[in-house]
Each structure stands twice: as C-alpha cells, then as structure tokens.
C-alpha cells in the first residue's frame, strides 16, 4: 500500500458524489437560481418573486395555512399518539386497537383523501345525503354542511391576517386520522423500552400514575417524542396529497406544496414556483440540521455505551 | 430490483422504444388524437368503411396529453400524418409555425365551401390558407329543462334574459329552485361557470367584443366583462335560485348538478351547460323520452342584435404530411358520407351541412345539431381558447365570486394579472 496522496477512496465515493451533485446539489443550484428569475426563466428579476411570496393574497393565506398544519396537525397527531399509546398499553386488546389506529397509514394518502371526500360529501338540503357526516347531521335535523366549502368561523377574520375556515379543520382531521397510528406506533415501542423495574421501584415509594407519567415516562419518552414531533413537522410543511386531492387548495385551503404545484405546472411561473421552494426549503433547513445532528449525537453516545 | 433484473428491464424498455419509433412502412394513415373508449368506437367505425374501401389502416394513437406528444414528434421530425386537436389554439400555433400542410392544397375546395358555413372556414384559416377542418362539434348554448314539468305548471320557455329571470322569480315564488349550479369538477373545478360567462358575454357584448376578450385585446376589468359576471352573479346570488346557495353550487359536481330538474319532484328547474349534458341525463333516467322528459332551450337573447349567437367546441383535424393516403382519408372524413356515419351514434354535431338532419338520432339531436349548423354567430368557448394560466386563473376566479361577491373587482385585477403574464 502506497503513502501516496489518497486517490482511491475519492475513487470509491466518486459514485456518491455524482448522485448527490445530480440529484440535490443540482437542483438546489438550479431552484435558487430560478426563484430570482422571471415567469420563463430568461430574465433576472432580483427579488421580485420573494416579494410576490410574501404580499400576494394567495401565497399568504398559503403561508398562514402551513402555520395552521405545522401547529395543529404536528400536536394533535402527537398528542393523540401518545395517549392512545399510554392507554393500548394497558387493556388486553391493545393489539386490536392499535392495529386499528395504525391502518390508516397503510392506504395510499390519495386514497385516503378520496375515501374523506366521501365522507364530507354535501348535497343541498332535502336531498338524500351520500356523505356520511351530513347523513347524520341532517339525521340530527340540522341543514347540511358544505364541509369542504369555506365557512368562515365567526370573529378569527379580525383578531388574524385571515379568517380561519372550518373547511381547513376538516382537511386537518384527515391528516391526524393517517398519522396518529405512526405516532402511536413508535411512542408503543419507545414505552417499552422503559424499564419496569423503574416503574416499579417508583410505586413502591409511592408514586401514583400521573407522577410516574409526569417524571419518569415523559423525561425518558422526550427523545421519541422530539423524533416523532420532527418528522410530523416536515409532513406538515410539505402537505401536498390531502389538499390537493380533496379541495385543489380551492377555497382558502391552499398550501405552500399545492401553491407551489400550480405557479409552476398551472401558471407556468418558474420563477415564483422556486421563489416558494425555497422559501419552503428555508422553513425546513433548521429542522434539518437539528434531526441530522441528533442522529449522529445518538450515533456517538451509542459507541460509547 | 436485483442488478441484472435492472439491467434487463432497462434493455428491455430501450427495445420497446425502438420499436415504437420505428417509422411504419405498411400504407396507411397515422393518426393522434386525444380519444379513447366511446369516442374511439365511434371513430373507428366512422373510418372503417374507407379502410375497406382502399385498403388502407388508419392507425389512431389516442393521448390525454396530447400538446406534449405532438411537440416531441413534430420537434423530433416525425409528426403524425393527421392530428385531430380537441381546439384551434395549437392549429394556429402549428400552423404559423409553419409545421401543418393546408388543406386546401389536399381537398376540393369548391366541395368544401360548398358544404361548410364560412363561419367555419374562417375558423380554420390563418393567414389565408385553410388548415383546420372541423369535425365533432358541440353547442355550449343549451339550456336544460323537462317540458314536463314546464308544460304541467304553465311556465314558458324564456326567450330573453328579462323573461329567464322574471321565470326565475315565478319559480322560485313557487317553492322550487329556478336553477341548478353545479360547479365541483375536482381540480378544475369552476370551469362550468365559465361557460356562462363567455356565453353571457357573447349574447351582451356581441362577437367582436368577445373576440377582443378572449385575445386579451381588452382587460379582465372592462366593464362589458364585469357586466357578464354580474348576470351570472344574479343566478347564483339571489337568495333562492339555487338549491344550498353558492356553497350548493361549489359543493356539487357538475354531472350531479344535470339531474334536478328531472328528479320526482323535480329539485331545480333548469341546468345550463353545454349539449352534451344530453348523455348525462340520458344514462341517469333512462326512462326519459328526449324533447319530452328533457329537453333545452337556446340560451337566451340579451341583446338583440346577437340573439343566435351561440358558443361551443369542436375538435379540429389537421394535417403534418402531404401523400395520396392522407388526400384520400381527409376527402373521406370531410364527406356527409363518413360524417353522417358518425353523427349517427349521437351526441354531437357535424358541421358539414350536406350531412341531412336525418342522420341525427332524434329530434333533440336534430335541434342540437341546428342550433350549430345555422348558427349566425358561433364562437369557441372562451376558456379552452385562452393560454392556460389564465384559463386556471378564470376557473379559480369563478370560485371566489361565488364565496365572496363582493370582491368582483379583486378577482377580475388578478385574473387581469395573469393575463398581462401570459400574453406579453
């Protein structure tokens, strides 16, 4: 073996290097350089197109509902996750009920949107009713809802930049509903990973269930639960299929993803379109940076022990 | 996938390729289109008297997406034979490009003109010669309703706006909803409203004006525009007209949306969309005789000067190459002959007026198909003719007004927006 200057292990990752330089490296270049370009890509505009991101009526209410999934969607799905965790941990037909959660994940996301769009289906009122929850609102004798039809709900239009709709809330029950059993799985396994000794040794002394759930689950769960909160963080930005297939981000429902979707394939706006790929790419940048680290800080610790 | 399997499926796939691009040698017509299904049938059976005839195929290559298929064959130097387009905006584009045969070096031009309606010829014109020939067309100025219903409560067939909306209120005075909207078509959804725009403006504002419009001669917020919308904002808007309200009619997809008036009881009184609502209708209640159980009426006068104006589709042929097959097909396709042959299977209108109304399968077909071929002023709709940006735009802008109609003239700056993008 030579002393030479280390040629062959550049050799070996040559490989790799093309592929990330082809596939990320690449088009990130080629998205940065877009976003300041105009509509065909033949002109430099500067930063027209983050302007336009940030003032057009319809990349704000974009933008507001991506706050709305990042908060609601990335709470709910965790804290129903780990609830239904805690709870199928302890009856004997855990198993059935968490299989139950769990297969939503299972389907396509486009079938499961179509599937809710069945279930949200309106018909006038006095007409028979297809979708499942206005046979039962107009069973209770109330008029039908056009769920997925703005409705704007009464005094949000003042105290935020735009009223909140209830047809957003109905496209967010469908994202819990498909990611509450990821969240439950992985929060099942991680409460099993806690010792029983120490549970033990803690009602022993005297602990009841919410001071055990309190200060050891919870303490020794938070490394699960940052890793679920993440990657439900990401799903929540980057949320295309339940908007796209249910609403088209028609009426108020629009996203970065689908906004994104239209100014390019729709409007044929390139630069706009990378305008909010990047702008999307900036929002997920720290997260990132934070999951990539914590990875190989869990990787070091593991050599460690 | 394991490594060799790789490699095979990619040999494979490679192969297939080479096939499929290799040129046909056998004699023949070559044709792409958009078709499949019912449509194709009834293509297929509309050539095959020909192909008997000469010996010849026609092999017809159908796509959804047929603007890319056709750039990447005529880029690539293998187009088609014959293309049949579902709108004249990519004939003049292929044309003024310099990549289409005129026809009239192809067909006997005294045939033509003798057969055809100027108003269609002129259609298919650019710069002087004739390229397009249109087959397939529909009407996108009818108006639905069950005589029935009309005849047993003694309401009549409106013949201006005034009396469609003064119907209106009798009807609604009446307990039942005048109008059905059903606007929900998924992504594109909005599109049917668009109908009633261009048809509104056309029938206020006249053919020249629309013209202009659709050329993005004149602006989104001209007020000949904002006065169509603001009609069809009086169908949709007054509290009554229409089942569920504008949530009604956003939540409601358009084949749905055909079937009110002729439920028992009825749930509406009238659909407006175009005639080949007639199939919708026809599958769902097929115990309904046409022109009596359903039937339609012209969309109605509003300003005098252009009463008979009507809008629509047709899809137009095309040609890429001149050889002796494709003169022999395309004199075939033109002919009352073959047209008549096709007309036949119902839903749709030939503009060829040789072609006797006979061959139309009833008189609702008849009457659709009139409504066309002697129609003073027709003009393609007005959305499938616009770049697509500013189609999407209109589609979306539709939604909006009917949530909120008070920002009319927002939603009219930002399809006027678009616009300015996409025809610089």
Redesign the interface.
Known sequence: MGRGRPLLPWLWLLPAIVLIGAFYVYPIVETLRLSVMNAGASDFVGPDNYRHVFTDAASRTALLNNLLWLSLFTSLSTGMGLLLALLTGRVRYGAAAKAAVFIPMAISFTAAAVIWRFVYAYRPGGFPQVGLLNALVTGAGLEPVAWLVEREIPYTAAALPAPLQTNNFALLVVGVWMWTGFAMVVFAAGLKGISQDLLDAARVDGAGEWQIFRRITLPLMQPTIVVVATTLVIQALKKFDIVWVMTAGNFGTEVVATLMFKEMFNYRHFGRAAALAVVLMAALFPLMVFTVRRLVGGRDEGGQG | MSRPLCRAALLAAVALSVIASTPRTGRGVDVVGVWGGDELEGFRAMVSPWEERTGHTVSFAGTRDLSAVLTARVEGGRPPDVAILPNPGMMTDLASRGKLVPIDSLLDMERLRREHSSAWLDLGTVEGRLYGLFVKADSKGTVWYSPEVFAEREWEVPGTWDEMIALSDRIAGSGLHPWSVALES??A??WPGTDWIAEILLHESGPEAYDRWVRHEIPWTDERVKSAWEKFGVVVHTPGYV??GA??A???GFVDGSYLPFMSPP?AAMYYLGAFTRGFIAEQFPGLEPGKGFSFFSFPAIDPRWSGAVTGGANVVVAFRDTPEVRSFLSYLSSPEAQQRWVRRGGFTAVNRAVSLDAYPDPLARRAARQLTEAVIFRFDADDSMP??VQ??FW?GI?SYL?DPGSLDRILAGIEA?AR??YR
Request: glycine share 18%.
């Open positions: 998924g992504e959804s909005g089942p569920g949530a009604g956003l939540a409601t749930r697509p940006s999407k735009a979306e939604l949530q678009r993008e996409a």
